[in-house]
């Protein structure tokens, strides 16, 4: 077993600076999350709004009246 040769005034501000440079960090981190979660959350609008669009177009290309299907006869009982 190593013999600690710092001070306890020494471990407190190792310990202080350590959890100071922890919370940078996490701040950095959280900064980075919410930056990735925000350009996810514009990618899929302008996504969303491209495919509404493309799909009015189609519709607006297809737009021959439906007719409603017949149901086939089935033989058999009456």
Sequence with gaps: MAISTRTPQERAEANFKKKEKQ????????????????????KTAR??????????SQAGQNSRPKTPSVPAKRKGRP
């Design 23 to 42: 919370l940078e960090e996490g701040q950095k981190a959280w900064a980075e999350y919410e930056a990735n979660s925000l350009a996810v959350r514009e």
């Design 47 to 56: 996504l969303r709004a491209l495919r509404l669009a493309h799909e009015a």
